[in-house]
C-alpha cells in the first residue's frame, strides 16, 4: 500500500528491473543508493507495518512474516537484493510470539533478570555472558538487532520502566550497557541501546518535554550513552518520545548529529521508538534513519519535503545509507541458517548465575540458614514469583521457579501447613485475578491484578512453633506506559505490613528469625518495617530462574555480592526529584503514555510533570544528593553485605595516557569464600557547593575469593569523566580519588 502512496505521490513507477541492476553487497553502498528510487528510499526510512492509516504501526507483527512477534522490521527490496532486518525487544531476554499458527512447535525465549539486577552485579563480565546468551536466542531465532539495552538514568524511584534500566549513576549504567552490548553483539547481532534521551518518566511520555541544562544532560543524561557508545559501538540506537527542552528526541539535530556523531563516533543507525517523532522530514533531516514503525504520514512528510526542496536528497541518502550499512551486517543479509533452537537449557543457567551475583543483602541476622532448616515461607510472592515487568520488556519465558520450588530443590523443608494453606489459597486467588484480567488481555499498559495478601493469625502463630525460620516475600511489578504510585506501589500495604508485624512478633517469641525477600521492580519503603525483619534481602525482578537463585544464596551455597545501584532513601519526599515527578494516586489501570492525548507535536507548558519535568535537581541526583547535603539514607548507592569480611589495602594511583590507573589490593579476611567490590569517587574539596561532594568514576568486582585470598583490582580512570576538576592534565587541588564501599562509607 505504502508503494502504492508514494508511487502516486511521486508519479512514477517502480523503478524496471535489468541484468544491469546492482545487488546490495558490503562494499557497493553508495552505488546502490544512487540506483534506488526515492519510493525505494522511502520505503527503507519507514519500518514495514505501514498497514494502518496514519498511526503507529501494529508493533509486534511487523516482522510477523518472518519471526511472529518481534517488534518491528525494515522493508525487503529484492530488486537491489536488500533483505528485511528484523527487529525485537528487549532488554531481559528476547520477545517474541511462544506459538506459531498450525505448528506445535513452541519459541519460548530465556527470562533473564531485569536490567536493574544486572546493574547490581557491578561485574561487566556477567553482563556479557547473559548479553552474549540472549544475543544467541536472537540469532536462532532469526532475528537481527535486539531492541535493547534500555539504560535511562533513574531519575526518580518511581519510573514505571526502571526495571528495564540501571541505575541512578550514569558510570554505572554506561559500563553495564556497554558490556552488555559487546555480549550481545559478539554473536553477529545488533543491539539498540534506549532510549535517547532523558526519558525518565512515564505518564505522557509521548509528549512530555524533559527541561534540563546542557550541563546535566552531559554529565549525567547522556554520560552513560556517551560511554556505552564509545566501549561498544551498538549497531543502532533508539531516540526515546519526548521532547528535550522542546526539541522533540527524534527530531533533534543537535543531539543526533552534534553530540552522538560527530562528538561521540557513533557509527551506527537511529531509529524511532515505535510511535516516537511528528514530522517525517525532520526526523531525517535530524540523522534519525529509520522511523518505526512509521507510517503513510511520515512516508508523505518526506516525499512533499524532498519535493518543495524543503530536504534535500543528500540528507535522505544519509539515512539509506546508514541503514544500509546497517543491513549487510545483519544474518539476514548473510542468509544465516538460524536454528529456532537456541540452547535455552545452558541459558537458564547464565540466567540463574547472573540472578545470584546481583542479589543484594541489605540486612544480616540469620542469614544463611541451612537446609536442614524447616522454612515457613509467607507471602503471596513467594507462590507468585515475578520474574520480570511488563510492557516491551516482558519475555515470553517457559517457566518461572518461584521460591517455594527454588527452596524445596535447594533442599529445604517447608513448613506443612502453611504449604497447605498457600496451595489452596493461591489456587483460589489466581482464578480470581483471571477474571479480573480477562477483560484487558492484550493492554499490557495495564497491571495485571495481584494476589491479595492474607493470612490467618493462628496460622502464624503454629507455624512460629513448628518452623525453624520465616521467610516472607514482598513482590512489586512495574511496567512501560505507566509510572509507580508511591501509595499503591512505593509503600507497603497494611496487609503486608501487619503480616510482617505479626510473624516476627510470633517468630521472635520463639527466638526464632525472619527474613523478607523483596521480590521488587525498584526501590520500595524498608523504613517503616525493617526493625521487624531479621534479614533482607532484594532479588529485584530476578528471572525465570529467580527461586533457585534466591535459594541459592539464602542458605549460602552463594554468597551474595550485590551492591545498590540507587539509593534507598528513607522517605520517598527525601529524593530531591519527588517535588518534580509525577504523582500517581490510583491504582486503578489507565493508559499514561498518552496522557494528554496531546499526539500533535506541540510542546505545551501548562502542567508541570505531565507538559514539561523541570530536572531543576540538577546534577544532584541520588547519591550526589543525599551525600552532598548530609541527607541519611536507608541503604546508600554502593552498598550491598556478603557472608564473610574483607581487607583493602591503600589505594595505588598512577598516572597514565588518557587518566589514571587505581589499584587495590582486597583480601578475605572471613571464613567462607566470597566477591566484594571496590567503588573509587573523586571527591570534592572541602566547601565545595557548587558540585555534588563526590561521583563515581571506576569500580570492579574481585573474582570469588577464598578465604584468606587476596586479589589486587586495577581500574581505569578516563580523564574525560573529570574534565571539571582537571587543569594541565592534573587533578586540581583538593581534589583526591577515594576508594570505598558505597557512597557513604569508605
Ligand atoms: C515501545 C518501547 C520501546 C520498544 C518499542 C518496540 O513502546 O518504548 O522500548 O523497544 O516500543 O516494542
Redesign the pocket.
Known amino acids: 500500500m505504502l508503494a502504492f502512496i508514494l508511487a502516486a505521490a511521486l508519479a512514477c513507477s517502480p523503478a524496471p528491473e535489468t541484468n544491469s541492476t546492482p545487488q546490495l553487497s558490503g562494499n557497493n553502498i553508495p552505488e546502490i543508493v544512487s540506483a534506488m528510487t526515492l519510493e525505494e528510499k522511502v520505503r527503507l526510512i519507514i519500518g514495514t507495518s505501514t498497514t494502518i492509516e496514519d498511526v503507529a504501526g501494529d508493533?509486534g507483527n511487523a516482522g510477523g512474516r518472518k519471526v511472529p512477534g518481534a517488534?518491528?522490521a525494515t522493508a525487503a527490496i529484492e530488486r537491489l537484493g536488500i533483505p528485511s532486518v528484523v527487529l525485537a525487544?528487549?532488554p531481559a531476554g528476547l520477545r517474541i510470539s511462544p506459538r506459531r499458527k498450525d505448528s506445535d512447535k513452541t519459541y519460548y525465549c530465556t527470562g533473564f533478570p531485569v536490567g536493574t539486577l544486572m546493574a547490581s552485579c557491578w561485574n561487566p563480565e556477567i553482563v556479557g555472558q547473559v548479553g552474549a546468551a540472549m544475543g544467541n536466542e536472537v540469532l536462532e531465532y532469526g532475528v537481527d538487532v535486539l531492541?535493547a539495552p534500555?539504560i535511562n538514568i533513574h531519575r526518580n524511584p518511581l519510573c514505571g520502566r526502571n526495571f528495564e534500566y540501571y541505575s541512578e549513576d550514569p558510570l554505572i549504567a554506561g559500563e553495564t550497557a556497554a558490556a552488555f552490548i559487546n555480549g550481545v553483539q559478539s554473536q553477529g547481532v545488533g543491539t539498540s541501546v534506549?532510549?535517547f534521551a532523558l526519558n525518565n518518566q512515564e505518564l505522557n511520555r509521548l509528549a512530555c518535554n524533559s527541561v534540563a541544562s546542557e550541563d546535566v544532560m552531559k554529565e549525567i543524561y547522556l554520560r552513560n550513552f556517551e560511554i556505552a557508545v564509545k566501549k561498544s559501538q551498538p549497531w543502532t540506537l533508539?531516540t526515546s518520545?519526548n521532547y528535550i527542552n522542546g526539541v522533540h528526541a527524534a527530531e533533534n539535530t543537535h543531539l543526533i548529529t552534534d553530540v552522538l556523531r560527530s562528538q561521540w563516533g557513533f557509527e551506527g543507525a537511529v531509529m524511532t521508538?515505535?510511535g516516537g517523532g511528528y514530522h517525517g522530514d525532520r526526523i531525517v533531516a535530524a540523522g534519525n534513519d529509520m522511523i518505526q514503525p512509521g507510517s503513510r504520514r511520515f512516508a508523505r512528510d518526506i516525499v512533499d519535503a524532498v519535493r518543495e526542496g524543503s530536504l534535500s536528497m543528500a540528507e535522505v541518502d544519509a539515512c539509506v545509507e546508514r541503514i544500509l550499512r546497517l543491513v549487510v551486517k545483519t544474518p539476514s543479509f548473510k542468509a544465516y541458517k538460524y536454528s529456532d533452537a537456541p540452547d535455552l537449557e545452558a541459558h537458564a543457567k547464565v540466567s540463574r548465575e547472573a540472578a545470584q551475583e546481583g542479589i543484594v543483602l541489605l540486612k544480616r541476622g540469620a542469614l544463611p540458614v541451612g537446609i536442614r532448616s524447616k522454612v515457613a515461607l509467607f507471602g503471596v510472592a513467594s507462590y507468585d514469583f515475578i520474574a520480570g515487568g511488563t510492557g516491551?520488556g516482558d519475555v515470553n519465558k517457559a517457566y518461572v521457579v518461584d521460591l517455594k520450588q527454588g527452596l524445596e530443590n535447594c533442599g529445604f523443608t517447608l513448613d506443612g501447613k502453611v504449604d497447605a494453606y498457600y496451595k489452596n489459597y493461591m489456587e483460589r486467588e489466581r482464578k480470581r485475578c483471571a477474571m479480573v484480567d480477562r477483560p484487558r488481555d492484550g493492554n499490557w499498559y495495564i497491571d495485571k491484578e495481584r494476589p491479595l495478601e492474607v493470612v490467618c493469625e493462628d496460622l502464624i502463630a503454629s507455624a512460629a512453633g513448628n518452623a525453624d525460620i520465616a521467610i516472607i516475600t514482598i513482590g512489586r511489578i512495574s511496567g512501560?506506559s505507566k509510572d509507580r504510585s508511591v501509595q499503591f506501589n512505593y509503600m507497603l500495604s497494611r496487609e503486608e505490613l501487619r503480616l510482617i508485624r505479626t510473624v516476627s512478633e510470633a517468630f521472635h517469641k520463639q527466638g526464632k528469625k525472619l527474613t523478607v525477600l523483596l521480590d521488587v521492580c525498584g526501590v520500595v519503603d524498608v523504613t517503616s518495617w525493617e526493625k521487624y525483619a531479621d534479614d533482607i534481602v532484594l532479588c529485584w525482578l530476578p528471572g525465570q530462574e529467580g527461586g533457585n537463585a534466591v535459594a541459592n544464596v539464602l542458605s549460602g551455597k552463594v554468597n551474595p555480592s550485590g551492591r545498590l545501584p540507587m539509593t534507598f532513601p528513607r522517605n520517598y519526599a527525601d529524593d530531591p526529584t519527588s517535588d518534580n515527578f509525577p504523582e500517581i494516586f490510583t491504582d486503578k489501570p489507565f493508559n499514561y503514555s498518552n496522557y494528554r492525548n496531546t499526539r500533535d507535536g506541540i510542546v505545551r507548558n501548562e502542567i508541570p510533570c505531565v507538559d514539561y519535568t523541570e530536572y531543576s535537581e540538577g546534577l544532584f541526583v541520588g547519591y550526589r544528593y543525599y551525600t552532598s547535603k548530609n541527607v541519611d539514607v536507608q541503604y546508600p548507592f554502593g552498598y550491598g553485605l556478603s557472608y564473610t569480611t574483607f581487607s583493602w589495602g591503600k589505594m595505588k594511583l598512577r598516572k597514565v595516557e588518557g587518566g589514571w590507573e587505581a589499584s587495590v589490593s582486597v583480601r578475605n579476611t572471613g571464613d567462607v569464600p566470597g566477591k566484594d567490590v571496590v567503588e573509587i569517587y573523586l571527591q570534592a574539596p572541602e566547601g565545595t557547593v557548587d558540585r555534588p561532594v563526590r561521583e563515581l568514576k571506576a569500580f570492579a568486582k574481585t573474582g570469588l575469593l577464598d578465604s584468606g585470598k587476596s586479589e589486587t583490582l586495577r581500574m581505569f580512570i578516563p580523564e574525560y569523566l573529570c574534565e571539571y576538576a582537571i587543569s594541565d592534565g592534573k587533578l586540581k587541588s583538593g581534589w583526591e580519588f577515594v576508594p570505598m564501599k558505597n557512597a557513604l562509607e569508605n
Open positions: 508493533v517488534a518491528g525487544d528487549g531492541l534500555g534506549k532510549h533508539m518520545y521508538d515505535w516491551s512501560e
